[in-house]
């Protein structure tokens, strides 16, 4: 298994400008979630899914969007980048059942807006 | 509010010692507590869960303690080694449908030789 990938690992955006962060995980898990890393700061949650056809808001959604077309793929979307966007994108899965919920990591993408 | 804080922000190391990294939470209500390692450059990668009846739990020489009345966790790291280098962070998780985390800014920790 891959586990979680993400594409593109650096991007580099200029102001108003549009682009899409790929995730695809091959686990089969029903949870997907998108996080923002800024420097000295702890994750934020952008947007989650709980399955297929299934999306909502976390802590930080403006300014993003995202689609949950199959299970294994959950783009997110940034319309007009902005620099207060700058920042590490991680997407996550995991699967609802088990005690631990657990949520698996992927490397991430570096996104700079200038 | 739902927040976890961690001290120190940084600690330097020499390797083969021992450290303790703390993490105080106010998060309700509680589900649990995990420990994470983030490489420079990595997504984290889950060291330990910890569940509100449970107090201690080991994973190699990563040892996570959880005082859920005084909302406290540690995570000692024992004969620390070069690739223990990285940023350890305390994620505690509430109840809820979409099993919600709640993230610590993270500890760095540098292990020189």
């Known amino acids: 298994n891959a586990g979680v990938t993400q594409t593109p690992k650096f991007r580099i955006l200029k102001i108003g400008q549009s682009m899409t962060l790929q995730c695809a995980q091959d686990?089969?898990?029903?949870?997907m979630y998108w996080y923002r890393q800024d420097p000295g700061m702890g994750l934020k949650l952008i947007y989650y899914s709980v399955g297929a056809g299934i999306t909502d808001k976390g802590e930080v959604p403006n300014g993003y969007n995202v689609s949950r077309s199959t299970t294994e793929d959950f783009p997110l979307r940034l319309e007009l980048a902005a620099p207060s966007q700058t920042s590490v994108y991680f997407c996550?899965?995991?699967?609802?059942?088990?005690?631990?919920?657990?949520?698996?990591f992927g490397p991430g993408t570096r996104l700079t807006v200038t | 509010k739902n927040q976890v804080e961690q001290s120190p922000q940084s600690l330097i190391i020499l390797e083969g010692k021992n450290c303790t990294l703390q993490?105080?939470?106010?998060?309700?209500?509680?589900?649990?507590l995990r420990w994470y390692k983030q490489d420079t450059g990595r997504g984290p990668v889950s060291l330990t869960i910890m569940t509100f009846s449970e107090n201690t739990k080991s994973n190699g020489r990563y040892t996570a303690t959880l005082d859920a009345d005084t909302k406290q966790s540690s995570l000692h790291i024992t004969a620390s080694q070069l690739s223990d280098s990285a940023s350890y962070i305390c994620v505690v998780s509430a109840t809820g449908g979409y099993n919600k985390l709640i993230f610590g800014a993270g500890t760095r920790l540098a292990v020189h030789p």
């Open positions: 996550a899965s995991g699967l609802r059942g088990l005690v631990s919920y657990e949520q698996y």
């Open positions: 993490c105080n939470y106010t998060v309700s209500p509680f589900s649990n």
């Open positions: 686990m089969n898990h029903n949870y």
